[in-house]
């Protein structure tokens, strides 16, 4: 199976929001401009429920001077685009609920747009992505969008209401229905300032009446059809999901997987285990209206059944899934399938490809397999006290992490012997368990692991030290800032020799990596909260010469700290702008934002 097909169970349950727009928009604000008006348009006057409901957002100039509007940098990652605000009541005035509120979003492309009488914006918005219509009747819909503008007392935002009339599906327009969407062309995304054509979106059907046409093509082999049946919150739909499991074909039943683990009772909702990542987007209220009406007890042993298996299976995405089944319904006397599959994973790791774009690195199935050894452990699993294989270490590391009762005669010997190991991964887990302040007998482990050349336990090493504050290990850590070029452990590095009081070491090591390949905006990145106490974010063009740049900049920042030493040993900071300090220390196109929200230079 490949990693689209699985695309890690936990991705597809695990990726949505609802905020408020001016929180999307960073840029200069302008006036409203008198001359804008907005009007909503949909392609009939009645739509079934379920039915994908476009609402065509026009932004138009009723006359006069071209404005500009601008849009865009809210839908990466989101399910909608997050800078409109949709809101809906019904024909009594009650509210209606938002699907999918307080998601994250991960920006995305925007910019300015002019808007002549000639030349209106258009946006056709999937308004159930928005609002969540559960019965038939009349619902009005108003909808506004900032559009990079300051809204003041006297000016608000320029906003449109449109009635939608929605009715029920019988039977047989339900099975049409189905049909008509299953044969429309798959959806290729919409376009900015035009109007889309309609799609079938089957993440939004949610109503149960479509239910029996679309296991029918589901167990015929249809993706959207799976798609469908995961959105319909009842028992009878978790149920056509379990039965889905016993497919052969391992791309649909990771579809299958994905839409039966957004309604499987996750610990992680309840407050019993941290987020995988800090980039992750639980989707909260989602998943919580999932399972409270379509989870029940009595599925529980069928898919601990399917957990089984796909722990015992040789492909990391299957063992990651049964893991994250685990969690969700796992009893402690499933502890030792978890165990095998760990000890399995830990040895895999000594030849899987290095993870570089999420941290903290899932490490194959690892990551997910110990997730569900700290629930199983948390339902009364029993801890080791003596362990005998890298499965058993790592409940045992575990135990002692999260139980500071758990103590056993002789854990700090046996700790000893996994900061031994000939696998990084049990000594960065070691080191992880590993209650604070290090035990002394131990200490003389870190400086080997910083020298092992190994990443994430090299990171572990440099936490532990500089949260400890052992200065005797600060040559180990420079070591590793001089050397470093992962970004996590560079990081890792200068927050310790920050603890260890090591800032103008740091300083010197920064500047002297100013030119090597690839590390320039790292090191002004790290360099600035060093220099200056008044810096955020910077902003840079890489449409320049990088390596010419850092060339020019490098013997400036030499000078600058040789001239300044004294006071920059002394912990003192410079407060931009600061006559001191020239622009031409930095590259061209390059920007720092200050505290205030201005930019310098």
Wanted: proline share 8%; hydrophobic share 40%.
């Amino acid at each position: 199976m490949s990693g689209r097909g699985l695309a890690w169970v936990l991705c597809g349950v695990l990726l949505s929001t609802s905020m408020p727009a001016a929180e999307f928009y960073h840029g200069r604000k302008t006036p409203i401009p008198e001359n804008a008006r907005v009007v909503l348009s949909t392609g009939k006057d009645e739509y079934f429920l379920g039915e994908n409901i476009l609402v065509h957002f026009k932004l138009e100039n009723t006359g006069g001077p071209a404005f500009e509007a601008e849009f865009g940098g809210d839908y990466r990652a989101a399910p909608r685009h997050l800078r409109f605000v949709v809101s809906g009541i019904d024909a009594s005035g009650r509210p209606v609920a938002d699907p999918c509120p307080n998601s994250m979003c991960m920006g995305g492309l925007g910019g300015p747009r002019p808007i002549t009488p000639e030349k209106p914006y258009y946006q056709s918005l999937p308004i159930l992505r928005y609002l969540l219509f559960e019965e038939p009747g009349t619902y009005i819909v108003t909808m506004h969008h900032d559009c990079g503008w300051e809204e003041t007392d006297g000016r608000k935002y320029p906003e449109a209401r449109i009635t939608l009339r929605l009715k029920h599906p019988s039977p047989v327009q339900a099975s049409e229905l189905v049909e008509v969407w299953l044969a429309e062309p798959p959806y290729l995304g919409t376009v900015s300032g035009k109007k889309s054509d309609p799609y079938a979106d089957f993440s939004v059907i949610r109503c149960a009446a479509y239910l029996e046409p679309l296991a029918r093509h589901a167990a015929e082999g249809s993706e959207n059809a799976v798609v469908g049946v995961g959105s319909i919150a009842t028992p009878e739909a978790t149920c056509v999901l379990v039965d889905l499991l016993d497919t052969a074909d391992d791309e649909f039943r990771a579809n299958v997987c994905r839409q039966l683990g957004a309604r499987l009772p996750d610990p992680y909702l309840e407050g019993l285990l941290g987020k995988r990542n800090p980039f992750e987007d639980d989707r909260n209220a989602v998943r919580r209206r999932l399972i409270e009406r379509s989870w029940r007890p009595e599925f529980t042993d069928e898919i601990r059944e399917h957990a089984a298996r796909f722990l015992a299976d040789e492909r990391k995405e299957w063992v990651a899934t049964g893991a994250f089944f685990m969690e969700c319904v796992g009893q402690p006397s499933d502890a030792v399938l978890v165990e095998q599959a760990l000890d399995r994973e830990v040895h895999r790791t000594l030849t899987l490809e290095f993870e570089t774009r999420l941290y903290p690195r899932p490490r194959g199935a690892c990551q997910e397999l110990l997730r569900a050894a700290q629930v199983l452990l948390a339902r009364g699993a029993p801890a080791p006290t003596r362990p005998v294989s890298d499965g058993q270490s790592m409940f045992f590391l575990l135990a002692l992490k999260e139980n500071e009762t758990f103590r056993p005669d002789g854990w700090r010997e046996m700790c000893d012997r996994l900061l031994r190991s000939d696998i990084p991964y049990v000594q960065e887990q070691t080191l992880i368990a590993l209650p604070a302040p290090m035990p002394q007998p131990l200490r003389k482990h870190l400086a080997p692991i910083l020298a092992s050349g190994d990443i994430d336990a090299s990171i572990e090493a440099c936490r532990i030290i500089g949260r400890d504050k052992l200065i005797d290990q600060k040559d180990g850590v420079l070591k590793v800032c001089q050397t470093a070029k992962e970004d996590w452990l560079f990081r890792a590095a200068g927050n310790a020799l920050h603890a260890l009081g090591a800032d103008y070491e740091r300083l010197e090591i920064l500047v002297a990596r100013l030119d090597e390949p690839g590390l320039l905006f790292d090191c002004l990145d790290s360099l600035k909260p060093i220099m200056f106490d008044n810096t955020g974010g910077g902003g840079s063009s890489r449409n320049i010469d990088l390596e010419a740049e850092a060339r020019r900049i490098k013997p400036k920042w030499q000078a600058f700290i040789h001239d300044h030493e004294a006071y920059l040993r002394a912990g003192g900071k410079f407060t931009l702008p600061d006559p001191n300090v020239p622009a031409e220390m930095f590259p061209e196109q390059y920007s720092i934002t200050l505290k205030d929200g201005t930019r310098w230079p």
